[in-house]
């Protein structure tokens, strides 16, 4: 067979966009920043950093701004672009799965306006995942104005989220395993090189502006005894933990509002006022939280203080995202693995005094852990450590405290903060596919009515003289009123054919079937047979007929299942819209 060679036209534009795209995403998370701290100067005027100018302000105002900015954007957020609320990850996880990558223009603006606004009033929210909305959005404007086909569309906001990601922390590896690792989008090889280029872009980007300036005060890390392991595993688990109960304070203050009937528009200045509440006790937990975290990495945290702030941050994160303001999770997931990873190096230095173990290591760690833990990413959360380290002594270290920080929150609860935001909203995405696609799929239009049925009291000598000459491998048992009684594989019938003597002459299919059997309807839909498959080692499932009782109509397999998600996935991927089709017409209507 002959390759065809792709042309330098066919290979340039997408590579151009990709630079585009990236250039413009860095320059999104520039202005993004800068308007943080702009907005920030007009809040809390005195002061070097956010906790300085936030406690040198009269009390009334340290209460009452976060609540009056909660009031102001809860409208914004409500009745304009509701997809801007919460930490902007799983919007953009929903428009590659759902729409195409497709995002509203009117995104870009106001979840930067929004988030700018809301951290520099004290939220506690992260900028990272706005980033990654704001870069996907300024991919998805620039495909739809140029009118690009749906694959461009995906790879564009991939590209911007992956730039969006590298230019906060200047780290182009980490902003191209979060799209591949976190997004959960169908990633084609071919696109892989564009989003590294656009990661590429937006890091050169940041790093012109920010030439001189590190996110973080990262130390220099050294493992001074491999028994450390054991700590950084115990770490890895407290992580994951918090991320439970992280997750359990986000999502659960929303079900509480919905019982208590409070009007979405309003709950973010609720959510600001108890933020403001908590900030007179405890300012450290407001805001985005990276210079208590480099006083951490810095080792001049205290035990007592870094328990504190896990609590207080635990309140004020659950608080400002749960009440539906726009803002990030990584940030504040960052700060809990740094002051947990303090506790654990105050408590291994107290074990092991003479071992010159320092605090700001374990901190270190735990921002890994935490990350991993969340976004239920390991791989983005190691490189992201070590993309701001750049040592390859720590990388052993963050493998032992990611995985079990990730086990925990799998067994416990099994889906990432951004999974279980879609979940929340009806939207099933499993490794990378949507199975709300699926939902809309009735299985009675992709079962086969073509299999093979015996009876419950037939013999094995006459099954298996059937078998031999069937094209399935598998059959159907049913009883006397030809309902379905069980089934019969040829698993089940491996030790007759090994030695038939073994058996008598009066030996049935009652005797080697399987009586409990998994089933479907014919009118259920085939999400349903899709968990069903995820879940056991199955290959088929018997139909029924809907309305009757044991009355079986067909056969489910599940190659059927995968062959009907493709057809559904290219029929859509291949056919425009009907009304580019047939513009004529839909004028006419």
């Known amino acids: 067979m002959k390759l065809r060679n792709r042309s330098l036209s066919e290979i340039l534009p997408p590579l151009l966009l990709a630079v585009a795209i990236g250039a413009l995403a860095g320059l999104g998370a520039v202005f993004f920043r800068r308007l943080i701290n702009w907005e920030m100067g007009i809040f809390w005027p005195a002061g070097n950093d956010f906790v300085s100018r936030y406690t040198t302000a009269p009390w009334p105002l340290r209460l009452l701004i976060p ?3 909660g009031l102001i954007i809860g409208p914004i957020i409500t009745f304009w672009a509701r997809e801007v609320s919460g930490p902007g990850v799983p919007e953009v996880m929903e428009a590659l799965a759902l729409h195409g990558g497709r995002i509203r223009h009117r995104v870009t603006l106001i ?43 995906q790879m564009a906001v991939a590209c911007g989220a992956a730039a969006g990601i590298a230019a906060t922390f200047q780290a182009p590896m980490a902003g191209t395993m979060f799209v591949a690792e976190i997004l959960l989008f169908e990633l084609e090889t071919t696109y ?19 030439s001189d300036t590190a996110v973080f005060h990262i130390p220099h890390f050294t493992m001074v005894h491999p028994a450390e392991l054991l700590i950084y595993f115990a770490l890895g688990i407290s992580a994951g933990l918090t991320a439970l109960l992280l997750m359990g304070a986000i999502f659960g203050l929303p079900a509480f509002c919905r019982r208590c009937a409070l009007p979405a528009w309003f709950t973010p200045a609720l959510g600001g006022l108890g933020v403001g509440a908590i900030g007179l006790l405890r300012p450290e937990a407001l805001g985005i939280g990276y210079e208590t975290i480099n006083f951490a990495l810095e080792g001049n945290i ?77 791989i ?14 720590v990388i052993l270290p963050l493998m032992v405290a990611c995985i079990p920080s990730l086990m925990v929150v799998q067994i416990f609860h099994g889906y990432s903060v951004y999974e279980t935001k879609l979940l929340m909203k009806g939207i099933n995405i499993v490794r990378g596919h949507d199975v709300n696609r699926l939902r809309e799929m009735q299985i009675s239009g992709h079962m086969s009515r073509d299999f093979t049925s015996v009876q419950l009291d037939e013999s ?8 031999q000459h069937s094209s399935f491998p598998h059959f159907i048992v049913l009883d006397k009123k030809n309902k379905l009684a069980g089934v019969l594989t040829l698993r089940d019938l491996r030790d007759y054919f090994a030695d038939p003597a073994n058996y008598g002459p009066d030996s049935t299919v009652r005797s080697i079937m399987q009586s409990e059997v998994i089933k479907v309807r014919a009118d259920e839909s085939m999400e349903k047979a899709f968990h069903i498959f995820a879940e056991n080692n199955i290959s088929f499932i018997p139909v029924m007929e809907a309305g009757s009782i044991g009355q079986v109509c067909g056969i489910l397999k599940k190659s059927d299942l995968i062959s009907a998600y493709d057809q559904h996935i290219l029929k859509e991927r291949i056919l425009p819209p009907l009304h580019w089709v047939c513009p004529l017409k839909k004028k006419a209507e």
């Open 67 to 69: 609540a009056a900015i």
């Open 111 to 153: 979840k930067t306006f929004v988030t700018s606004t809301l951290i520099a009033a004290g939220a506690s929210v992260g900028r990272e995942g706005p980033i990654v909305q704001i870069g996907s959005s300024i991919g998805s404007s620039v495909t739809q104005l140029l009118r690009l086909g749906r694959d461009k569309h």
């Open 192 to 210: 892989l090189s564009h989003i590294v280029i656009a990661a590429v872009t937006g890091t050169l980007v940041s790093r012109a502006c920010w």
């Open 302 to 378: 205290t035990l007592g203080l870094a328990a504190l702030l896990v609590a207080a941050k635990l309140l004020t994160t659950g608080l400002s995202i749960g009440s539906g303001m726009s803002g990030g999770i990584f940030a504040p997931s960052l700060f809990f693995g740094a002051m947990i990873g303090a506790v654990f190096g105050h408590g291994a230095t107290y074990l092991w005094p003479d071992a010159n173990l320092a605090t700001a290591h374990f901190a270190l760690v735990g921002m890994g852990a935490m990350v991993s833990a969340t976004t239920l990413a390991p």
């Open 380 to 393: 983005t959360a190691i490189l992201t450590i070590f993309e701001l380290t750049y040592n390859y002594e």
């Open 460 to 467: 094995l000598c006459e099954v298996a003289g059937i078998m």
